[in-house]
């Protein structure tokens, strides 16, 4: 099995097959694309990439491409020009032209526009571009590394991203697997969070209790390590006598509540599924036929707080919750959730 990389935690075969694969594609000038859930480590995939490539010695530059508006992101990404726009009263240098003699970052690359996108597909056949609002063009040498937690195919279907460009970065694909499949890499990864908080907060390193092990084993993990590291991180604010008991760990890990899906709002308080359909058989007693307003009044609950989890983004909301995109817009507009969505 390939040896774990600087930063990252779990030997089992999966994560053996991405240490590979990173190590393999380093030295080389390929683009890169790694996949997988949120929260699965791919900022830590890319950063090794750059720090095994003959690259290292120059800057590492992050971009998360979700995080702002299209006319703000091709400005980030291509810099502008004095009077290119309102706002720009000095030339700015973008994050490509930073990034020269090392290694761009992009994040969240599902979430460029379509226009966008043809400026980012001349940037990696040609390593040119320019400003806006410029028209000297400007050539520059990065590496490009892309990352996204959804189906790109599923985007190229549904008209929102161009093959091409998906072709241009699909070069190596590099999969990060969810932690539900590799449960074996917990165990480490525990030891890992728990002694790295207890030296945040100047405590001895506590035990670890068998049974909050299996606990962890055996959920879902719908944030990945990202959440395990919240959990460890919560425990040790809670132990009292030493040992990381599964009683520190909240009710739905331990399987014993269920997970909380929103507000009914005209009660107010946070409400289970199973109370949502109490309400919903109170509700809609008279109604011949309730089964179609319990499951909309559940569902609109649900689609709610997954968007706010998801802190309004769509494209992330409809790859957490599995269904299509063009759906969940439909259901939001259907269900009047417009101001829990952008």
Not at 25 to 49: C, D, Y
Not at 157 to 184: A, H, K, Q, S
Not at 246 to 271: C, F, M, Y
């Amino acid at each position: 099995m390939s040896q774990a990389l600087d930063g990252m935690i779990g030997i089992g075969p999966a994560m053996s097959e991405v240490y590979r694969m990173t190590r393999l594609v380093a030295p080389t000038p390929t683009t890169v694309l790694v996949t997988g859930e949120t929260g699965t480590g791919k900022e830590l995939i890319a950063r090794a990439i750059h720090e095994l490539s003959p690259r290292a010695s120059g800057p590492f530059v992050r971009v998360n491409c979700g995080a702002l508006s299209e006319s703000l992101l091709e400005s980030e990404l291509f810099g502008h020009v004095k009077g290119a726009f309102t706002s720009a009263h000095e030339n700015r240098t973008g994050r490509f032209e930073a990034a020269h003699g090392g290694t761009i970052f992009l994040d969240e690359i599902n979430s460029v526009s379509y226009t966008l996108q043809v400026k980012l597909l001349r940037v990696l056949q040609e390593h040119e571009f320019e400003r806006v609002g410029d028209t000297r063009t400007i050539s520059v040498d990065c590496r490009i590394v892309a990352a996204t937690n959804c189906d790109l195919l599923d985007e190229i279907e549904n008209g929102t991203f161009r093959e091409d460009l998906y072709y241009r970065l699909n070069v190596v694909p590099i999969y990060l697997p969810p932690l539900r499949e590799r449960t074996d890499d917990i165990p480490d990864l525990l030891d890992f969070f728990v002694a790295h908080y207890a030296k945040l907060a100047g405590r001895p390193v506590p035990t670890i209790a068998k049974e909050t092990v299996k606990a962890l084993q055996s959920y879902s993990w719908p944030g990945n390590v990202r959440e395990l590291q919240n959990y460890a991180e919560r425990a040790l604010v809670l132990i009292q006598n030493g040992e990381f008991t599964p009683d520190l760990l909240p009710p739905h890990v331990r399987g014993l509540a269920p997970v909380r899906i929103g507000r009914h709002r005209s009660g107010g308080a946070e409400k289970t599924a199973e109370e949502l359909v109490t309400i919903g058989l109170t509700e809609f007693q008279d109604d011949p036929k309730p089964y179609e307003r319990i499951v909309s009044l559940v569902e609109r609950e649900l689609l709610a707080q997954m968007l706010r989890q998801c802190q309004g983004v769509q494209i992330k909301a409809a790859e957490r919750l599995g269904i299509n995109r063009n759906t969940l817009h439909k259901k939001v507009t259907d269900y009047g959730l417009d101001s829990e969505s952008r």
